[in-house]
């Protein structure tokens, strides 16, 4: 559905991605994930025809979208990091807007409005919203056309808890439209929550793609453990196997060799240790370390 065919993106003297390859299939959420300054935006936008690779093709449902943008940019829908809307209209007439745009999704219009939570506030100024409204209205007009593609950037980022459930809910519930979705999100939670498959950006270059299953498998070689010191200790001994550090503690990936070794080093100065369940952010300290 979605092909990244040695694709590199530069801004000058800087690359943004470098020979970016990836393939996206029918129907799936793909969640990509990186720090910042890896390159997610940069990559979406791509995707999007918003921005125009220096290198390489973008293949979307069949076709070069450097080829047939207008085409192509019909089947799209994109949500971005921060999305700007107008707000002197009322939801409705916003979303009426954007339909007329595209030429259809008039007749969607309430049927979005209950699935985003935004019923009963329809037909109000949108100057009157929240932030978190703002968003999941952003979020209902990025897809009034009914896009066969769908492209969210942080689509929960800085949201309160309770809206981001609701903005996650109705992500999840537009998978089982077997829509194909990329979401470019911070948070590993929602990746893992969401996601089919997860794609590890890292300087512009995939560094690791797989199920969030798939992903935490492969630390499982070594476990995983945390490990409190009763007082700051050297640790540079093992600090290739480090994870992250807390004041007196680390969390690092051991072989039970080591476990040995650091229980034989350290002695009385071990607090407590204790194996943890690997997760995705384990995963992402590892493949961007």
Do not use: W
């Amino acid at each position: 559905m979605i092909t990244f065919d040695r694709v590199t993106k530069k801004f000058g003297e800087i690359t943004a991605l470098h020979e970016f390859t990836l393939t996206i299939t029918r129907g799936e959420l793909f969640g990509l994930v990186g720090p910042n300054g890896a390159g997610k935006t940069t990559a979406i936008r791509l995707a999007c025809g918003i921005l125009h690779p220096t290198s390489g093709k973008i293949i979307i449902d069949g076709q070069d979208i450097e080829k047939n943008p207008s085409q192509v940019k019909k089947k799209i829908g994109y949500l971005p990091e921060e999305p700007n809307l107008y707000t002197r209209p009322t939801a409705r007439e916003l979303l009426e807007y954007f339909a007329d745009l595209y030429g259809k999704g008039r007749e969607r219009i309430d049927e979005l409005f209950e699935l985003v939570g935004l019923s009963e506030r329809a037909d109000t100024p949108i100057s009157t919203f929240s932030k978190g409204m703002r968003q999941r209205l952003a979020l209902a007009r990025s897809i009034v056309h009914d896009p066969e593609i769908m492209v969210f950037d942080e689509p929960t980022m800085g949201l309160d808890p309770a809206t981001s459930v609701k903005v996650r809910d109705f992500i999840a519930s537009l998978k089982k439209e077997e829509k194909t979705i990329i979401l470019c999100t911070h948070y590993m939670e929602e990746a893992d929550m969401l996601s089919d498959r997860i794609g590890f950006l890292n300087s512009g270059r995939i560094v690791s793609v797989g199920t969030p299953l798939e992903l935490k498998n492969t630390l499982k070689k070594d476990n995983i453990y945390e490990i409190i010191f009763t007082e700051p200790v050297d640790t540079s001994g093992i600090a290739a196997h480090i994870l992250s550090r807390e004041k007196n503690g680390i969390t690092a990936t051991l072989s039970p060799q080591l476990v040995e070794m650091v229980l034989q080093e350290y002695g009385k100065k071990v607090f407590s240790i204790r194996s943890l369940t690997p997760t995705l952010t384990d995963v992402f300290l590892k493949v961007t370390e």
